[in-house]
């Protein structure tokens, strides 16, 4: 049998830079990627919508498993995400979203049912796997495992940043808060808490820019012998 497509898996907490460094590696090497984190805010978004209780692991298992979502690639504005054929790219990207992403995210029987979704996206030539357990739980042989930290203070910075360019009206101790209580719910969960693999390479980029962070893993990967 041909051996599996190679993996580079990318972990650790939002605004520490893994959006855009696995984008960019995925565009540089030309390889497919996966961003785990808008299956479960897709979950998320879709559970709220039904009016599913966000305390039910059997309606939120369900929901997991019949979940009817979509990837598009290859555009200029981006990828865009689909739920049941309608566009939900930016109605994910919340955060009210992405909070309750992560209380979907620590329900067992949530992650089983979203691990071979996950699992078959590896595919020739190779994948750039964005997440929390990719090199953990997902793709424990992967080739390289990266994980990315940053202070809370500046990865709120970060989003504030971020949203502000957005136009949006945000506080910054809002933000730090909800950073700071998202963090703990995903490292304390029973399942795939957001943990560095033992054999992942931990950059701390609290204060490098995503130039820095970018060149850094990318050295990583030529190591590997992963770039052409
Ligand atoms: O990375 P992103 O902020 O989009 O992820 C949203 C939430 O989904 C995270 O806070 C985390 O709880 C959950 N998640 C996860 N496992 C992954 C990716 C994301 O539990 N592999």
Request: charged share 25%; with cysteine.
């Amino acid at each position: 049998m041909a051996a599996p497509a190679p993996v580079i898996a990318v972990d650790g907490p939002s605004g520490t830079g893994k959006g855009t460094v696995c984008l960019r590696l995925a565009e540089v090497l030309g390889w497919h990627l996966l961003d785990s984190g808008a299956i479960y805010r897709v979950l998320a978004h879709a559970a709220l919508a039904r009016g599913l209780d966000l305390e039910d692991p059997a309606a939120l298992a369900g929901a997991a498993r019949s979940l009817n979502l979509e990837f598009l690639a290859g555009r200029a504005e981006g990828v865009l995400v689909l739920l049941d054929g309608q566009d939900v790219t930016h109605a994910i990207r919340t955060e009210v979203a992405g909070n309750a992403a992560s209380r979907v995210a620590a329900v067992p029987s949530v992650r089983a049912a979203l691990l071979e979704r996950q699992r078959a996206c590896r595919r020739a030539p190779g994948l750039v796997a964005d997440g929390r357990d990719m090199g953990t739980v997902v793709f424990p042989d992967a080739e390289l495992k990266v994980f990315l930290t940053a202070s809370a203070e500046e990865r709120a910075q970060r989003r504030y940043k971020q949203l502000k360019g957005k136009g949006a009206g945000v506080s910054l101790p809002a933000l730090i808060k909800d950073i700071t209580e998202r963090d703990e719910r995903d490292r304390a969960r029973s399942v795939s808490p957001l943990v560095p693999a033992p054999d992942a390479r931990v950059l701390d980029t609290t204060h490098m820019d995503i130039e820095a962070v970018f060149d850094m893993v990318m050295g990583m990967v030529r190591e590997r012998g992963l770039s052409r």
